[in-house]
């Protein structure tokens, strides 16, 4: 079982960073591929970023560039670093553990203002 926990969001002017971090509990956290998902109002969730326990990433072609998602499993956490924000990028972001079937937190809101 592990739980999840994100911070970092906030309200940030357009072409500004945020840093989110996800903190997670329990245990196993090291043998899961973990990733970043984002939901705005009206839409679906979406994946932002993933990165694989062996470290291979993958991106949102709209984040591709601006985003970095990165882990450290001494600490049982992973983080995105999110650049040159966008008003587009302004949702509610999720850190998951273990894919769409696995673990979520409930979430952080980065707001973009333009």
């Known amino acids: 079982q592990v739980q999840l926990v994100e911070s970092g969001g906030g309200l940030v002017q357009a072409g500004g960073s945020l840093r989110l971090s996800c903190a997670a509990s329990g245990s196993g956290f090291s043998t899961y591929a973990t990733g970043w998902y984002r939901q705005a109002p009206g839409k679906q969730r979406e994946l932002v970023a993933a990165?694989?326990?062996?470290?291979?990433?993958n991106y949102a072609a709209s984040v591709k560039g601006r985003f970095t998602i990165s882990r450290d499993n001494s600490k049982n956490a992973n983080y995105l670093q999110m650049n040159s924000l966008k008003p587009e990028d302004t949702a509610v972001y999720y850190c998951?553990?273990?894919?769409?079937?696995?673990?979520w937190g409930k979430g952080t809101l980065v707001t973009v203002s333009s």
């Open positions: 998951n553990a273990g894919g769409v079937k696995g673990y």
């Open positions: 990165m694989t326990t062996g470290g291979t990433t």
